[in-house]
């Protein structure tokens, strides 16, 4: 029997690494090399449809799309071992078919590895804290305000694309799917460690910090 919440995260990656993709190539067409414009357009498009998924799947899932998040969800109780397991393979399986249904739609080979080089301290540095960012947004909010929780996350995301050298990819699935484009949003599978590295890192971190501002003692 499919287990709906895994179905659920299942069809929030797919939507999600699709839009991050998709947008990204379409912002890279219309910008003209306009840098900025393009990572603006980017950005209003994941943060809408992050409202949108959060807003409408939140309530099945929990609406993860995002491995760091699922793996605090476990260290915390909030999800079994066997569940973990499963949401993560629908994040990144569905999730890399997202990848390819954005190359599909714009007529692009889908078989691609990114050329597009993202390392350095300070990136690695910024995925870190960005990461943490993120899961500090979403259990603060989960705890004071469950209602608030699309808009902050999305808010939080578009403010994370501009304040952080990275943009704040801040998901090790969606790290890993984006090596698999060589578009705007991609990045070389060759810098991929580094940036899940510092994505765990800033995710244990925000936990622990969590734990101490959210939780009853």
């Known amino acids: 029997m499919i287990n709906r919440a895994v179905c659920a995260e299942a069809v929030g990656s797919f939507f999600l690494f699709a839009t991050v993709i998709g947008s990204g190539i379409m912002a890279a067409n219309l910008s003209q090399g306009n840098l900025a414009i393009a990572l603006l357009g980017n950005t209003m498009a ?31 109780g909030e999800l079994s071992v066997r569940l973990l397991f499963a949401y993560i393979g629908a994040q990144l399986l569905f999730g890399i078919m997202g990848v390819w249904a954005a190359h599909l739609m714009f007529e692009m080979p889908v078989l691609q590895l990114s050329t597009t080089a993202r390392t ?35 808010l939080y995301i578009t403010a994370a694309y501009w304040f952080t050298s990275s943009t704040s990819f801040a998901n090790p699935a969606i790290t890993i799917a984006r090596s698999l484009t060589d578009s705007f949003s991609g990045i070389a599978p060759f810098d991929v460690p580094m940036f899940l590295l510092a994505q765990l890192v800033g995710a244990a971190c925000a936990a622990a910090v969590a734990r101490f501002l959210f939780d009853k003692v």
């Open 120 to 154: 350095g301290l300070g990136q690695w540095l910024a995925e870190a804290i960005a990461t943490f960012g993120l899961i500090l947004t979403i259990l603060g909010t989960v705890r004071h305000r469950a209602e608030w929780v699309p808009a902050s996350v999305a």
């Open 46 to 76: 994941t943060a809408a449809i992050l409202f949108v998924l959060i807003a409408m799947l939140g309530p099945v899932s929990g609406a993860h799309f995002n491995p760091a998040v699922s793996l605090i969800a476990a260290w915390r």
